[in-house]
Each structure stands twice: as C-alpha cells, then as structure tokens.
C-alpha cells in the first residue's frame, strides 16, 4: 500500500516529462508531503511580445492552457501603472482542473485495481473546497538591459489551502531572493533559480504532515507548527477547519522540554479588519450583514493587493459561519470563469465577492447592488520595503488599502455597536497594538455570527435521532437519522424564542432568517452541520469497533448461539481495514496513520 510518509514513485508518474538532472532531483522529493502543503512554484514574466507567460513550474506538471491562462494573468496587476513599480504580494483563486481534483481526490481502498495506473494513487488526505489558491509576490523595477526597460516577474505558490498569512509570508522570503536569482540566471547563464526552487520544494517536503478532519480519529483542535523555510523558522497556528476563526498570539512564551523559547505565533487566517476598516468603522456591521445573506459584493481597488487583502478580511469577518460563496480576491478578465461570473445579460450569482482593479469592471458590473471602493492606506498604517526586509511578519504590506465606502441599497437589520465603536477609539493601536484591536473586532463578530447562529443549532440538533455515545457493538450504526430541515417550524421557533444578540435589531429578525435560510450561506451552514454529525457518529462508531469489550461481547454471543451477529461484528472490522489500509503504515512492528 502507498503511503505518503516517503517517496513514491507512483507520484511522481503524476508529472510532466523532464530532464534527467531535474528526473534525479525530483526523484527524492517527497510528493506525497509536498502536495500536502503546496501544488506548485510557478514563474511568471512578461513578454514583450506574447505579454505575460508561464516561464518555470516546480514540481513540472501539467495544466490546461485555459488554468495557464487564469494563472499568468492573476499573476501580474491588470495595468502596467508606474504605481506598481516595486515589490507587492497579493492572491488570487482558481477553479479547480483535472490535475488538482484528480490529486486531492480521495478513492476507496477496496476499488482499487492494479491494471490501472490512476487508480494506484489514493488522493491525499485534503479537505479541498474545489478551488486551487495561488500567492504571488510580483516585481517590477527599471532594467535598462531590458527592451521593455523593465523587470516584471511574478513568483506564484499554488496551494490547495485558503492560507493567506501561511502562503503570503512564504512568498515574502523566497520572492526577492528568487527574483535576484533569475536576474543572475540570466546574465551568468547558470541555473540558479531552478535550484533555489529545488531547495524550497525539499523545504516544504520536510514539514509535518497536516492534520485532516477526513479521518474520523483527528479532532477540531488547532495545530501549531514549526515551519523550516530557506533558513528561517516560522511558527503558524493551522486551523482545524476553513471557518475556524484564529485569534492573534499575545503570549510569546512557550515551553518546550523545560526551556523557554520565545516566539510568536503567526496565523494562516488573520483578520486585519482594522487595517481594512480603519477608515470607515461603521461599515463593519452592514458588511456583515452583505455577507452572511450570501449577497454578490463588487470591491474596486487600484491594486490586486488592496482588492484581494480586503476580499479575505470580508470571508473572516463572518466566521464560525462557513462562507459558501465564491470569492475571488483578485479576479481578471482573462480568468476562465469571466463570462460566466460577469454577465451583463442576468444578474449577479448569489453569494459571489470579486476583487477588481480594472476599470473595464465598473461599465461591466454597474448592475450588481452592492459594491466597496477602497483606496490607499495612511501613512502610519503604511508599507514594508519587501525587498530590504524579507524575513519581516507585517500586516501592513506595501499597498494594503482600506475600505473608504460602500455603495448599497440594503436597508439594515441590525445596528452599530457604539461601545466597540468607543472602546477601538478609547483603546486603539496605542494601546492595544494592532493585533489586540483586530481580536477586539473578532471577538465582538464571532459572538454576533454565534448568537445569530444560535437559533438554527438549537432546531438542528432537535433534528438529530439518537446519541452515539450510547452506542454498543449490539446497536451499531455508522451514521445518524437527521430529519429534514423545515422552515415553517423553525420560524415558529423564532416567533416564540427569538434571539439575543449583542447588538439592537432594526428591523423585525424573522425577516433576517428568511432572507439568511435562501441563501448560499444557509446552505453551507447545513450542510457542514450534517457533516459534522455524521463524523461525531462514525467517530464513535469506529472507537466502539477498535476498543469496546469485544471478547467479551463475542464470548456472551456465541454462548446464547448468535453467531449471525459475530459474523456482521468480524465483516465490519475487515471492511474498515480495507478502507483505511492507505493511511496506515506500519512502523516497528505498530500501526500508525500514514
């Protein structure tokens, strides 16, 4: 059986024909690991030309032109404005292709057919949403040696994870030490870029392996872990799940084997709702409204950095509820889903967030209902010279814009928090530095997400029929019987018990979770409920199989002559060994997840 704790050679059939030196080094690189983490390193540059085109892939595997396409052009801003001369990182998201959904596709054990070479490969263990995340960091500076007169390259990680503080800092270290690579490459002829590319891959290929809530055993705890990236150690909190809301680290002391080590946490979703909100507090809750009700939201910016910055501020700023959405932080009119995102003909898809910066947009999309202008941010919030400072963890990058309005129509339901309000005026960035105002923020939303939330828990577990941890090896069952959902009964709940929430409510609720439970939101929110149940059960099941008193129960069975159901308790435990048999791996004569 496969596993993905060393190298596999059925892997590596996955990639694009090479050479032989690239053959010899990829054949120690641990795929199976470095998927986990990361798809690819791609190198982008413009031509003067043919314009922007792919120039390197690491690891070399296969996309569509259509995926090549989306990827050249979200890597590179939508003019060629002297205003992007510099170093800036952004983001962008993708559909998924044939290779992403092939790879993190899981397959079941006991399917598996050895005449057929894809079947050989189990999808790694990856919750994917069906979208692929790619982080860039892009230059552009005068090069007299040039005929364009300018260098303009773009680094790009793709990832399978929606991990902006992650991916974001890793670009920031190995985007201006690549870009002076490629600039040696090209005037020595060497092929220093490549390697550094190979050094970074074999990086991330040494970090642990992630924690999956796909195995029933894993729980929704939060993973820290120390992360070794061309020479620097960074430290990030992984969240169990993509609606997690992560707070910032205050404590810079932790213990390890006695001895203090002093550093900081860094989160792979961190809410910059100040920075992003700094100009325009109130906009806050109305925002937060647009996107729990699942409507469309346009935001303008002038650079793919304050679009895409403020995009992933927006999906935080609602959880623990799941966005269902489909949220683009920097969306192109090259991108593959253009004509269908973009259509003047009908009306916008609900649930869609598109961060633009090209003017074409505006003509474009003048009839969606709801849209944020942001411009550049103040000084004192201001830039990080990237090139000079690339190990630095800033949330104020170069070109990190704030929201300065918002154009809507919604009429609201709930009001401002007027001591929130005070207490950031009271105890601001002075005070509580920006992390400690952003907590500030997340604190406040994540209860208002809650209490609205609180509601549809308490209906939804009225739906659910049984308790797993009454389960025995006589009453066994995988799964649950959840009732159907039913609004009627569930807004004569509302009627009777209505909400608590920490702000005053202007309009009537009832009219809220109308308008919330036809939206893509309520639906996400459903179905992640329905999952999560049905993990708790097949969780519980499967510790009843693994450690419940089984001789004893056998020795009870076989006494009273019921052998029927010894033999349905010997096939449940040999088909869960089937199905799970990739995942394990045995290590000194013990089994362990793989």
């Given at each position: 059986n496969?596993t ?16 032989k030196?690239?053959e010899?080094?990829l ?6 690991l470095?998927w986990q ?6 190198v982008v ?6 314009g922007q085109?792919m120039?390197?892939?690491y690891?070399?595997?296969?996309f569509?032109e259509?995926?090549l396409k ?19 990182v952004?983001s962008?998201r993708?559909?998924n ?6 790879l993190y596709?899981q397959q079941?054990?006991n399917?598996l057919?050895p ?5 050989m490969?189990p999808?790694?263990p990856i919750?994917?949403?069906g ?5 860039v960091?892009f230059r ?10 300018f260098f303009q390259?773009?680094l790009v990680i ?6 902006p ?9 190995l ?10 490459e090209?005037?020595t ?5 490549t390697?550094?590319?190979e050094a970074?891959?074999?990086?991330v290929a040494?970090w642990p392996s992630?924690?999956?809530s796909?195995?029933?055993g894993?729980n929704?705890?939060i993973?820290k872990v120390?992360?070794?990236?061309l020479?620097?150690?960074?430290h ?10 992560q707070?910032?680290d ?6 390890y084997?006695?001895s203090?080590?002093h550093h ?5 979703n ?12 109130e906009n806050?809750?109305?925002?937060w ?5 699942g409507?469309p ?5 002038d ?16 959880k ?6 489909d ?8 991108d ?7 259509s003047?003909?009908?009306?916008p898809?609900?649930g869609?967030?598109?961060g633009?910066t090209n003017r074409?947009f505006?003509?474009l999309?003048?009839h969606w209902p709801?849209s944020i202008?942001c ?6 919030f ?7 400072t ?8 170069s070109?990190t814009?704030s929201i300065?309005g918002?154009r809507?129509?919604h009429r609201?339901?709930l009001?401002?928090?007027?001591k929130?309000?005070?207490?950031i005026?009271d105890k601001?960035?002075k ?7 952003n ?7 994540v ?5 609205f939330?609180?509601?549809?828990n ?8 049984g ?5 025995t090896?006589s ?8 009732k159907?959902f039913?609004?009627?009964d569930f807004?004569?709940?509302?009627e009777?018990?209505?909400?608590i929430?920490p702000?005053?409510?202007k309009?009537?609720?009832q009219e809220?979770y109308?308008?919330?439970i036809k939206s ?6 459903l ?14 099941y499967l510790n009843?199989?693994a450690?419940?008193?089984l001789e004893?129960?056998y020795?009870?069975k076989?006494d ?13 435990l040999?088909?869960?060994l ?7 791996v045995w290590d ?5 997840w793989?």
């Open positions: 496969l993905i704790d060393e190298p596999s050679p059925n892997f590596h059939l996955l990639l694009s024909p090479q050479s030196t690239e010899e080094a054949s120690r690189l641990n795929l199976g470095f983490w990361i798809l690819c390193f791609c540059h413009f031509d003067l030309e043919k085109s120039e390197a892939i690891p070399p595997i296969e569509s259509q995926e989306t990827i050249c052009f979200s890597a590179f801003p939508d003019s060629n404005s002297i205003e992007h001369n510099g170093d800036s952004f962008f993708m559909r292709g044939y290779f992403s959904n092939r596709l079941k054990a399917n057919d005449s057929r070479f894809e079947d490969i999808g790694l919750q994917t949403d979208y692929t995340y790619g982080y960091f552009q500076k005068k090069d007299e040696e040039l005929k364009r007169g390259k773009s793709l990832s399978p994870h929606p991990w503080g992650l991916f974001l800092q890793m670009v920031r270290i985007g201006p030490e690549l870009m002076e690579s490629l600039v040696k090209r005037k002829q060497q092929t220093v870029g390697a550094l590319l970074a891959s074999f990086n040494s992630l924690p999956s796909l195995f029933p894993s929704f705890t993973s120390a992360l070794a990236f020479g620097a150690v960074e990030f909190l992984i969240p169990p799940e993509p609606q997690f809301p707070m910032f205050h404590q810079r002391t932790r213990q084997s006695g203090s080590m900081k946490y860094n989160l792979c961190p809410g910059l709702f100040y920075q992003v909100f700094v100009r325009s507090l806050m809750w109305i925002s409204e647009l996107l729990v009700l409507e939201l346009l935001v303008s910016g650079s793919p950095t304050a679009c895409s910055t403020i995009v992933w501020a927006l999906v935080e700023l609602i623990p509820l799941p966005f269902g959405g949220f683009r932080p920097y969306f192109t009119i090259q593959s889903d253009s004509k269908g995102l973009t003047k003909a009908r009306p898809a609900p869609t967030i598109l633009v074409v505006d003509d999309l003048e709801h202008d411009g550049r941010t103040p000084e004192q201001g830039s990080v010279e990237l090139a000079g690339p190990l630095a963890i800033s949330h104020s990058v070109q814009s300065s918002i809507t129509k609201p339901y009001s401002k928090d007027k929130l309000l005070k207490d005026q601001g960035v005070v509580q530095g920006e992390d400690g105002v907590n500030m923020i997340r604190r406040h939303f209860e208002l997400t809650e209490r939330l609180q509601p549809l308490r209906y939804f577990d009225s739906l659910v029929i308790n797993p941890n009454q389960m090896f009453a066994l069952r995988t799964k649950p019987e959840v159907p039913k609004q009627e807004m004569r709940q509302i009777q018990f209505p909400p929430l702000v005053k409510p309009r009537p609720l809220m109308q308008q919330f893509v939101n309520f639906a996400s929110w179905q992640t409920r329905t999952r999560n149940v049905y993990r708790e059960w097949r969780h519980q009843t199989l450690f419940g008193p004893q129960w020795t009870q076989l009273a002559q019921q052998e029927i159901e010894c033999i349905d308790i010997a096939m449940r040999k088909h869960e089937e199905q799970y048999a990739p995942y394990f000194n004569q013990t089994i362990k793989a």
